[in-house]
């Protein structure tokens, strides 16, 4: 462990402790840190919530950690329990704020060094603004150097729902306190894109439209909302994963080389990009954007029920399970380039990846019974299940006569490194502990995303022409989004061996 990190003291206090957040990706990631001695030399995680008691919910942290951490729970267990503490707390209480003030200055008192409060508020999202200005208002934000706020997406469900949120968390908290997580910036596979642009002299000169003729950015999911409605119903797609993820991972593949690796430079180049999206116009969505919601079917041998049948979801909802886009960047690097941004739930597999395709060469040298002629080189960056990058392009087939086929350069994270990437949480985690803000989202990115999705969030207000559900479980959304694009719409990480082949992968919209 760093110096850095060793010495210090950590109280990380936990607002919805009792919750799905808590249980399924906090608790797990701060176990594996345990467990790897990344945590503090001196670290508390005071849990804080309405009803548990403190041995039960210990033993329920231990549940999940054994169902989602990397490493089931081992002899340190105990050790690690006994550094988890409760305090009871009803997030609308003033009276309980003030509770909390003195059980944490108590606390405090019996530290050897200076205190750093960690406030990450794993409660409902719609509480972040109520909850943050109750601890400012009890004076538990004083010490700004000392003291961080961690939230969540979804911020907001529009531009003026964020902005109020976000008022309140900062009439108390300083920008450089709050650290807004999006989760997919602590992937590694996410992270990486910017060593693979900005470490490498080869890419950056054509990184370009003279040189790059589209780049799509796919997040399909296979499983369904599970027991989630009654949060995707006011969500959907659009606001669950395009709002944040998707156009994160575009402002990475998209920004201007920063010039150092800094939280500040970072930020702005992000801005840009998100700034220089061209506005959707009102009455142009249609042109620009598919949704669709999935009905029931069979997966893997087994019937699934349609969105509108699952869990606190209305019979007649007209929620987005998927969503697409075509945008593009007005600036000189980009311009002309389409964008298409995609993701949806039930779809054929899980499958993160970016394709950068490649304009066709200029000219052909090769007489057509060579084949593949203009076929495209494409750089796919696959973020999850597989950890890798591809490089397709043509290469000369053995023998005579002279034909072209297929062929790629493969990098695996794994294979490459021989060692297991951490969960995105213990990466945000531990950067949280650190004090370093470069993988979290800026207020001006948040607003800027809304503000860029106001028309599209307007225009799915009402329900679709295309009526709902219009798309079954195990294929790949709604038939309207291959208009979207000009090839093919299935993703193409993790494909045959040479890959190459699309295997028996379903088609659009069956
Ligand atoms: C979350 C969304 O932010 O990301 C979920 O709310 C989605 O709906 C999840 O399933 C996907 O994350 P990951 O890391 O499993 O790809």
Redesign the pocket.
């Given at each position: 462990m760093e110096e850095d990190i060793a010495n210090r003291t950590i109280r990380f206090v936990l607002l919805g402790a009792s919750g799905d957040l808590a249980h399924s990706k906090i608790l797990p990631a701060l176990y594996d840190l345990h467990r790897e001695g990344q945590l503090p030399g001196h670290f508390t995680l005071v849990a804080v919530s309405r009803s548990a008691e403190l041995e039960a919910l210990r033993q329920s942290y231990r549940d999940s950690v054994a169902h989602y951490a990397r490493q089931p729970p081992g002899a340190d267990w105990e050790g690690f329990a006994a550094g988890i503490f409760h305090i009871r707390l009803d997030l609308a209480e003033a009276d309980d704020y003030r509770r909390l003030k003195t059980a944490l200055a108590e606390m405090d008192r019996q530290a050897r060094g200076p205190v750093e409060r960690i406030f990450y508020l794993a409660t409902p999202p719609h509480l972040f603004g109520a909850v943050a200005d109750h601890l400012g208002r009890e004076g538990l934000a004083e010490d700004q150097a000392m003291t961080r706020l961690v939230v969540e997406?979804p911020m907001g469900h529009d531009l003026e729902s964020f902005r109020t949120i976000n008022n309140l968390m900062r009439r108390h908290f300083a920008e450089e306190s709050i650290y807004r997580i999006d989760?997919?910036l602590g992937?590694e596979t996410v992270q990486n894109l910017l060593a693979f642009r900005f470490a490498n002299p080869m890419f950056e000169p054509i990184w370009n439209r003279q040189y790059i003729e589209q780049v799509t950015i796919t997040?399909a999911?296979s499983?369904g909302i599970g027991g989630?409605g009654a949060y995707y119903e006011r969500a959907g797609a659009l606001r669950?994963?395009v709002q944040?993820?998707l156009l994160q991972l575009l402002c990475l593949i998209a920004m201007e080389p920063p010039v150092t690796y800094t939280a500040g430079d970072l930020r702005h180049k992000k801005e840009e990009v998100l700034n220089a999206l061209r506005p959707i116009p009102e009455g142009g969505v249609d042109a620009v954007a598919v949704r669709g919601q999935y009905g029931s079917g069979v997966v893997e041998g087994e019937p699934v029920p349609a969105y509108r049948q699952e869990p606190a979801v209305s019979a007649e909802s007209s929620v987005e399970t998927f969503a697409a886009l075509k945008l593009y960047i007005d600036n000189w690097r980009w311009q002309g380039v389409p964008f298409v941004l995609r993701t949806g739930k039930r779809l054929g597999r899980r499958v993160?990846e970016l394709v950068v395709r490649f304009r066709p060469v200029p000219h052909c040298t090769f007489p057509p019974r060579a084949g593949l002629n203009a076929q495209p080189a494409q750089l796919i960056i696959g973020i999850?299940p597989e950890e890798e990058i591809l490089l397709r392009f043509a290469a000369k087939e053995p023998g005579t006569p002279f034909r072209l086929q297929p062929a790629r350069m493969r990098f695996n994270y794994r294979e490459a490194f021989n060692k297991e990437s951490p969960a995105?949480y213990e990466t945000l985690l531990t950067e949280v502990m650190r004090g370093e803000p470069m993988h979290f989202m800026h207020a001006e990115q948040v607003a800027a995303a809304w503000r860029f999705l106001t028309p599209v969030l307007k225009a799915w207000e009402s329900p679709p022409e295309d009526p709902f559900p219009n798309y079954t479980p195990g294929s790949w959304g709604p038939k309207a989004a291959k208009g979207l694009l000009e090839e093919e719409w299935q993703p193409t990480c993790g494909c045959d061996a040479a890959g190459l082949g699309r295997g028996s992968e379903p088609k659009q919209g069956e």
């Open positions: 997406k989760h997919f992937k997040v999911e499983e989630r669950d994963m944040n993820h993160t999850q995105a």
